[in-house]
């Protein structure tokens, strides 16, 4: 009885942790394109096929199990640093014009579940 009682009791802590987790990760994906293409992302990047610049999907891949991954690509978001080209054209990376803490966060979040 007490280890069936225990079973019971580790299964839902088990599920209430999943549930959690899944929460503490969730983003609107719909939203996130919206913004990526309010915010003239699009118009370089793809979700996942080379444009004039690297897909959403590469940018992703590169940037996945780093630890700072989240702070780089928020970085190069809001910050304006030169961006290079393949044909060597540079250029200013264009900054986010929204200042919407929680946007930016959905964005960058799904962004980097794009890597599979």
Same mark, same amino acid.
């Given at each position: 009885? @007490?280890?069936k009682l225990t079973a019971v009791l580790v299964s839902s802590l088990c599920?209430?942790?999943l549930m959690l987790s &899944? /929460? !503490?990760?969730?983003?609107?994906?719909?939203?996130?394109?919206?913004?990526?293409?309010?915010e003239g992302c699009t118009k370089c990047h793809a979700v996942? @096929?080379?444009?004039?610049a690297k897909s959403l999907t590469e940018i992703s891949k590169s940037l996945k199990g780093k630890s700072? &991954? /989240? !702070?780089?690509?928020?970085h190069h978001l809001t910050s304006g640093d030169k961006v290079k080209f393949e044909d060597g054209k540079e250029e200013e990376h264009k900054i986010l014009k929204t200042k919407d803490k929680a946007e930016i966060k959905n964005l960058t979040d799904w962004i980097l579940s794009l890597a599979k």
């Open positions: 009885m @007490k280890s599920a209430s942790c &899944a /929460e !503490a990760f969730a983003f609107d994906a719909d939203a996130a394109q919206a913004l990526a293409k309010k996942d @096929k080379k444009k004039e700072d &991954a /989240e !702070a780089k690509l928020l």
